[in-house]
T-cell receptor, first 117, second 110 residues
Framework: NAGVTQTPKFRILKIGQSMTLQCAQD?????MYWYRQDPGMGLKLIYY???????DKGEVPNGYNVSRSTTEDFPLRLELAAPSQTSVYFC????????????????FGEGSRLTVL | GNSVTQMEGPVTLSEEAFLTINCTYT??????LFWYVQYPGEGLQLLLK?????DKGSNKGFEATYRKETTSFHLEKGSVQVSDSAVYFC?????????FGGGTRLMVKP
């Protein structure tokens, strides 16, 4: 019962490098999200997707890009890493409102800790 | 949009003590309200929720009541355990979007 799987769990980048954080879910959820969590802070929404082929910006999208080619996968790309992007990144998924099984609950991955030096 | 104010932590309690973590929110309309918990090294998981005024959500001995008049959703537990040590997040929901508070770290000592 995998749920939401994120890779890698840890990564250190140099300033200006690029990388992709992978996220996959096996619950057939339409909605997927990327959040970042800075130390002592709440979660901030970076991007979200309501289905394959559809993405939209959240609260803090600058410096990131996403794609959603399949229902299962929602990768997050950092093009030019900056120290301000040092954070823990969480991917989450949920059913859409009005769908069978909808409870409003978001299902989270275990997080990816990124350090930019 | 929605906003959330949670009491700042850390909250340090002895085992079997009573717990209250305050949460107030501002929102348009009457959002569903959630408490999520994050155990060390893990992602967030749903603890409890309430979907309308005066509803009480409960799970694992934790409770929270949706107070429309005071726009609050305070988390309580009568007797905490060491295993309850975690970070707790209050989150009102608008559509399918959650707005998370800053989190309150709870530390329970034996």
């Amino acid at each position: 019962n995998a749920g939401v799987t994120q890779t890698p769990k840890f990564r250190i980048l140099k300033i200006g490098q690029s990388m992709t954080l992978q996220c996959a879910q096996d619950m057939n959820h339409n909605y997927m999200y990327w959040y970042r969590q800075d130390p002592g802070m709440g979660l901030k929404l970076i991007y979200y997707s309501v289905g394959a082929g559809i993405t939209d910006k959240g609260e803090v999208p600058n410096g990131y890009n996403v794609s959603r080619s399949t229902t299962e996968d929602f990768p997050l790309r950092l093009e030019l890493a900056a120290p301000s992007q040092t954070s823990v990144y969480f991917c989450a998924s949920s059913y859409p409102p009005l769908a069978g099984g909808y409870t409003g609950e978001l299902f989270f991955g275990e997080g990816s800790r990124l350090t930019v030096l | 949009g929605n906003s959330v104010t949670q009491m700042e932590g850390p909250v340090t309690l002895s085992e079997e003590a009573f717990l209250t973590i305050n949460c107030t929110y501002t929102a348009t309309g009457y959002p569903s309200l959630f408490w999520y918990v994050q155990y060390p090294g893990e992602g967030l998981q749903l603890l409890l929720k309430a979907t309308k005024a005066d509803d009480k959500g409960s799970n694992k001995g934790f409770e929270a009541t949706y107070r429309k008049e005071t726009t609050s959703f305070h988390l309580e537990k009568g007797s905490v355990q060491v295993s309850d040590s975690a970070v707790y997040f209050c989150a009102p929901q608008a559509g399918n979007m959650l707005t998370f508070g800053g989190g309150t770290r709870l530390m329970v000592k034996p």
